[in-house]
């Protein structure tokens, strides 16, 4: 057996292992205990006029005073009621109000998403995943959650792949590092009346706002292969 040979096999071996880690991460490694209000969860957001904003005016609570939201599971079963609906902290000062209920009209044409934003922190909500990110009280400032997609069920269990994600105002626009440390994935900023959402895959997409969840919106439509092994 060569030399090469050797190496070869050694090098094989330590990317697969390497590899391994990675799935397992991706979709084993436990997450955060879902500290979500259930009766957040439990409600229906899908009434409310997203067009009447909450006042900031400090005289409730502080994004640090509410639990951290997360997606239950790889999707919410329906649209939730609002995260941040008794926060009164007003946005930071570097930061720009985008808050409300989007719908896209051009790029990911159809996509609906509710902004919601409170001091430094924002939560986004859309497609069955809540998206926390920023002070609360009871988790890291990184969503931390998942994106969504079910790749595979395993004993009927879903199983979606991991993510983490900081979102920090720079030039009036929300950049959202992978990871915190990592690099700029997505980016949200107004443009006039209309909310751009910049994806890490180039695509750009922008939204109107409107008042009212559309009825499809109600219940996520599953994503993902959704592979069943058994």
Known sequence: ??????????????????????????????RPKNMTDPAVLAGDGAGIDYCVLPTLDGSGKQA??????????CAYKHFP???????TEPIVEDGSDIRG???????RVGHV????QCGARTVITTA???????PNS??????????????????????????????????????FNAFKWGPVVVRRYRDGDQLVWEYADGSVTRMN????LPAQHKTPTPRGRRIKIF
């Open 1 to 30: 057996m060569s030399v090469v040979f050797k190496w070869s096999i050694r090098i094989l071996g330590f990317v697969s292992v390497i590899l391994l880690c990675v799935f397992w991460l991706a979709f084993f490694s436990p």
């Open 64 to 73: 640090v005073d509410i639990p951290k939201a997360n997606t239950p599971g």
């Open 81 to 87: 009621l609002p995260i941040l609906s008794e926060c």
């Open 101 to 107: 209920l989007w719908e896209a009209t051009s790029g």
């Open 113 to 116: 998403e509710r902004v919601e």
């Open 128 to 134: 069955g995943i809540i998206h926390d990110m920023g």
């Open 138 to 175: 009871t988790g890291g400032v990184t969503s931390n959650d998942t994106e969504g997609s079910v790749l595979f069920t395993l004993g009927g269990k879903e199983h979606c792949i991991r993510t983490s994600a900081s979102a920090i105002w720079r030039d009036q626009k929300l950049e």
């Open 209 to 212: 706002r409107i008042c009212k």
